[in-house]
């Protein structure tokens, strides 16, 4: 089993609509949960890290944790074209070890 | 600020043959990260180092790859010989992480990586 669990894709949307991306996570060790964005060719870029229970909102986007159930969601509202991208869940240990989901590729239609 | 530089970003070689990648991180940064990441999968940590000491090597495949970060600032990746399931992008990241900073100094920032192709 992997430690990260990813829903995956890949999902296509048309513009404007709410995108919902999700994970799942095995170990209760992990504390430190981020996502992230990857356009094609290029390396991940960080969007959104959390460290606690509850939502975290940047503009667009809202990461929400829920670590009695070790589930991570993140929610991009009013979604344009620019959005598309493969994003990856991440999960951090207090050793700094970060394990990736693998991926949830989001096409947003105009 | 420049951000991660890596080379080459694309190298084709045949199995058995040797390969080398360089990264040079941000400017300060004193954790650096080798990951691997397969198609459709997400990044693999390789290796990660803290300044030139080897903080996490437990997923490299040590019969064939091996890394080094000299004067805590450049590193290089090398493959020898390499597989064809070595095909890959090769990522390199870093972050301010030190053994007192915590997780809240732990953001990432990747390079564009370097994509490996084995025949």
């Known amino acids: 089993q992997k430690e990260v669990e990813q829903d995956p894709g890949p999902l296509s949307v048309p513009e404007g609509a709410i995108v919902s991306l999700n994970c799942t996570y095995s170990?209760?060790?992990?504390?430190?949960f981020m996502w992230y964005r990857q356009y094609s060719r290029k390396g991940p870029e960080l969007l959104m890290y959390?460290?606690?229970?509850g939502n975290k909102e940047d503009g667009r986007f809202t990461a929400q944790v829920d670590k009695s159930s070790k589930y991570i969601s993140l929610f991009i509202r009013d979604s344009q074209p620019s959005d598309s991208a493969t994003y990856l869940c991440?999960?951090?240990?207090?050793?700094?070890?970060?394990?990736f989901g693998d991926g949830t590729t989001l096409t947003v239609k105009p | 600020e420049a951000g991660v530089a890596q080379s080459p970003r694309y190298k084709i070689i045949e199995k058995r043959q040797s390969v080398a990648f360089w990264c040079n991180p941000i400017?300060?940064?004193?954790?650096l990260y080798w990951y691997q990441q397969i198609l459709g999968q997400g990044p693999k940590l390789l290796i990660q180092f803290q300044n030139n000491g080897v903080v996490d090597d437990s997923q490299l495949p040590k019969d064939r790859f091996s890394a080094e970060r000299l004067k805590g600032v450049d590193s290089t990746l090398k493959i020898q010989p390499a597989k064809l399931e070595d095909s890959a992008v090769y990522l390199c990241a870093s972050s301010l992480r030190t053994k007192t900073s915590g997780l809240r100094a732990d953001t990432q920032y990747f390079g564009p990586g370097t994509r490996l192709t084995v025949l």
């Open positions: 991440a999960v951090n240990t207090n050793a700094g070890k970060s394990t």
């Open positions: 400017s300060g940064h004193a954790t």
């Open positions: 170990n209760s060790a992990f504390q430190y």
């Open positions: 959390t460290y606690s229970s």
